[in-house]
């Protein structure tokens, strides 16, 4: 057992890399589903023993091959790491139950397997990107997740989720190929891959003159702020949520876009350090007006559509705005809040997502007006909805409410109280947003489509009301995700300075 | 004459610039699906040049131990960029197979025609 120990890191990426093949093979849809199942409840005990040995001991350094870093690729996991490894692994775990009859209903019988391939090696990207400390290797897992999510979404039932799987390939490949090119100035300048390594090179005396350091700063930026879909960069983001598979757009926007910030965070924090990027450069103002702009205008977006999936998927840009303003406010306070935010959305917007494919699973649509009355027929599902709902708001004993408030002390710390203010609007258009769709699912009379419908099987209503449950235990007991996240924004801020 | 001496000695970089605005510009100007493909394939294909130009010296070998050769080109761009290439397939493949599915699904591939179509997507 303590050999296998050892090589926990790796087994993040190998075991759904050969689930994924496995499932490739077997071609049958509930045999797919089953291994599906096993691999993605196996991931968030590997990476919660990961978590405990980092919580426990600090960074983990896995030599691949046994190829000493800076030559070999090294995996390292810190608590950044470890932390986003349980994020992702337990989103996955909440969704794979659920996923059976979802995608039994929304997917042809022999296209299934395919989807729980795609779906694994999804995951084997996303799980890579997070445990790898080779900047290349980014890149290679990058590709490996984007390419499989393309999949993902044009495997929707609409002719439309073809064409939001081509924009969002044009735009995700120009994302990662921006990404290839920061790594290559970097690798000019400094002659390394290993992230330490070249944060160790890129002395911050040397770098703050150097022209070729702050285009690779830009490019990366830029290329990764596509992948999370940063306004004004996230054009893809809708339709991609929109027309994916029920299943994918929960799992998608649970960790795919938490990912990409997560790579963000390693870019600005773990390679360049806060004197080139926040003292040098003026990424901290960029980044804070960029959020700032994604708060009102996605949110004011997501008010007026009609397709409840495209109200998220707009919320989703709004909340992304939210934890690129913690990244912006570069203190630890408000690294905290957008820290503890990643994990919190992941969580509330998985299990709203699953309360829409839940619907969907009923009455095969999800405009506005059909939901008329769906609440009263649908009582659980719709209280999963409300539940999300309130914590996007960030209403007190929520997950939300615990973000925002450190966002804001964030703000108040560095005394730009007008950020506060925006912070309490933006959720107030939240309210109208979310209280929209309320209205309508509880307030009106059942009509048409919503008339028959009942909640779904346990197998599916299991898994949403866990992490709604989830959403309200994060919002009371602030102490077990925020004090991760509080540590991990120490670490970030003073790790460099 | 300073300035020859500059375009010359920088002329690998200049090209490798060239290709990748001038992939970038066709993938944002063109509607017709398949051209945007091909510019994002100028595009990545750029970025590979980027990376071989400064790892190839003139006159060295591939990293061969024998007393004969002194000069080494650095072979690991070489094999980033392999990777970086069978990426690039890949895409380019899934990006073909996604605008042959359009066409079955709409009639055609030019951009404005199918948003015509849709009012919103």
Redesign the interface.
């Known amino acids: 057992m303590s050999k296998l120990a050892e090589h926990l890191p790796i087994l993040q990426v190998v075991v759904p890399l050969l689930g994924a093949l496995l499932c490739a093979l077997l071609r049958r849809g509930t045999l797919a589903w089953a291994l599906a199942l096993a691999v993605s409840w196996i991931m968030p005990v590997i990476a919660i023993l990961l978590l405990q040995r980092v919580l426990d001991g600090g960074a983990i350094s896995y030599r691949l091959g046994g190829w000493a870093p800076p030559w070999g690729i090294e995996y390292r996991v810190d608590l950044l790491s470890a932390f986003v490894l349980v994020l992702v692994t337990v989103v996955g775990a909440a969704i794979m139950p659920f996923a059976r009859r979802s995608v039994a209903h929304e997917i042809e019988g022999d296209k299934q397997a395919w989807f729980y391939t795609m779906y694994l090696l999804c995951l084997t990207g996303l799980l890579g990107i997070t445990v790898t400390g080779d900047a ?1 290797n980014i ?2 897992f990058l ?1 490996i997740s984007s ?1 499989s999510t ?2 993902l979404i ?1 495997m929707g039932k609409d ?2 989720a ?5 924009q969002y ?2 735009v995700g ?2 994302g ?2 921006f990404y ?2 920061g790594v ?1 100035l970097l ?2 300048v400094t002659g390394s ?1 290993n992230i330490v390594d070249i944060a160790a090179r890129l002395a911050p005396a040397a770098a703050e003159t150097s022209r070729p350091v702050f285009a690779a700063l830009a490019f990366l930026t830029v290329g990764v702020s596509l992948k999370l879909a940063l306004f004004p960069l996230h054009v893809w983001l809708p ?1 991609a949520y929109a027309h994916a598979p029920s299943v994918a757009t929960a799992f998608l926007a649970g960790t795919a876009t938490k990912v990409a910030v997560y790579v963000l965070l390693r870019l600005i924090f773990s390679i360049f350090g806060v004197a080139i990027a926040f003292d040098t450069l003026p990424v901290s103002e960029v980044l804070l007006t960029l959020s700032v702009a994604a708060m009102f205008i996605a949110s004011i977006l997501a008010v007026f559509e009609t397709d409840v999936k495209r109200v998220l998927a707009y919320s989703s840009l709004g909340q992304i705005g939210y934890i690129t303003l913690g990244i912006g406010l570069a203190n630890v306070p408000g690294l905290t809040g957008g820290i503890v935010h990643l994990f919190n959305h992941a969580l509330m917007k998985t299990a709203l997502f699953m309360s829409l494919g839940a619907i969907v699973y009923r009455i095969g649509t999800i405009k506005l007006a059909d939901l008329a009355g769906i609440g009263r027929q649908m009582p659980l599902t719709m209280a999963v909805f409300v539940v999300g709902g309130l914590a996007l708001v960030g209403v007190p004993g929520t997950a939300g409410f615990v973000s925002k408030w450190y966002l804001a002390v964030g703000a108040f710390d560095r005394g730009w109280w007008p950020l506060v203010f925006l912070i309490l609007v933006t959720s107030l258009i939240a309210v109208v947003y979310v209280g929209r769709v309320v209205e309508v699912a509880w307030f009106r009379e059942p009509s048409g489509f919503a008339a028959g419908a009942k909640d779904p099987p346990l197998s599916m209503l299991l898994p949403m009301l866990a992490l709604a449950a989830a959403t309200i235990y994060f919002g009371i007991d602030t102490e077990a995700s925020a004090a991760i996240a509080r540590r991990v924004a120490e670490g970030l801020i003073g790790g460099l300075k | 004459m300073r300035y020859v001496n500059e375009f010359a000695q920088h002329y690998n970089y200049i090209v490798t610039i060239f290709l990748m605005v001038a992939g970038l510009y066709v993938v944002i100007a063109r509607g017709n699906m398949i051209k945007k493909l091909i510019g994002l394939s100028i595009f990545q294909t750029s970025v590979y040049l980027l990376y071989i130009e400064p790892a190839k010296i003139l006159g060295g070998t591939a990293p061969i131990l024998d007393p004969a050769y002194k000069v080494y080109s650095n072979p690991l761009p070489h094999v980033l960029i392999l990777t970086a290439i069978v990426v690039g397939v890949a895409t380019l493949a899934l990006g073909l197979a996604l605008v042959v599915r359009i066409d079955e699904a709409y009639g055609t591939i030019e951009e404005d025609e199918i948003f015509e179509r849709e009012g919103d997507a």
């Open positions: 290349f890149f290679v590709e390419l393309y999949v044009a002719r439309r073809l064409l939001a799987a081509y390939l044009i490949t120009i990662a190929t290839v090119i290559g690798y000019l891959l339709g």
